[in-house]
């Protein structure tokens, strides 16, 4: 597994000392809902923008509880291009994402092919390799991650953990089964661009 964070780096992390836990962020895998759910809890006031955290930081944090919600590397390039590139486009996410909106109304296919090329150091961290968000030098930054096909029934596991509350459900998706979006080929580009996400959180290569 290549991994690419450095202690520098601003990753977002969202961490509650006073409740024993904290969250790293996963663009496209319910962060949303997520970031709802800790605001609550917070007692502070939803932003659907998450605050940055440096890698240091969490390090220096390990007592506390971190957690994460990984996705189908497959099901999260759909979900960004529908939510992000097809109407009705996001203008504020688009607006501090122009990386992003460089490809707004690209068919899925072009898209998909064009960010499988980019240099990992050029990869949104809306497209970059989940792997590469969750682990420092292949040491995992979280103690627990959740799995976004069955959130429901691991986030009431969470709760009885961390007291976390339940879940709300922001921005749904209304794609089309990610499945109808791929041709072999395209999975296979996919496949190997994200091979350490399909390994490490145990999701098959087939559609």
């Not at 990386?99 to 899925?108: C, K």
């Amino acid at each position: 597994m290549s991994i690419r964070l450095r202690m520098s780096r601003a990753i977002y992390g969202h961490p509650h000392e006073a409740a024993g836990y904290g969250y790293v962020n996963v663009p496209k895998a319910a962060c949303t809902s997520i970031h709802a759910a800790i605001a609550l809890h917070h007692g502070t006031t939803f932003s659907p923008s998450p605050q940055t955290c440096s890698v240091k930081r969490i390090v220096s944090l390990r007592h506390l509880h971190w957690f994460s919600v990984v996705r189908h590397p497959c099901d999260r390039l759909v979900s960004l291009w529908a939510d992000y590139l097809t109407p009705p486009y996001p203008t504020a996410s688009l607006a501090v994402n122009p990386d992003l909106a460089y490809f707004v109304d690209w068919p899925f296919e072009a898209f998909v092919r064009a960010i499988v090329d980019r240099e990992p150091g050029q990869a949104n961290a809306h497209y970059m390799p989940q792997t590469d968000l969750l682990y420092y030098l292949d040491t995992p930054l979280t103690d627990q991650l959740l799995h976004f096909e069955t959130l429901a029934v691991e986030w009431e596991g969470l709760r009885e953990r961390c007291g976390v509350p339940a879940l709300p459900h922001l921005r749904p998706s209304e794609h089309q089964p990610w499945q109808g979006m791929y041709s072999p080929d395209l999975l296979a580009l996919v496949a190997r661009r994200y091979a350490a996400d399909f390994e490490q959180f145990g999701y098959k290569v087939e559609l």
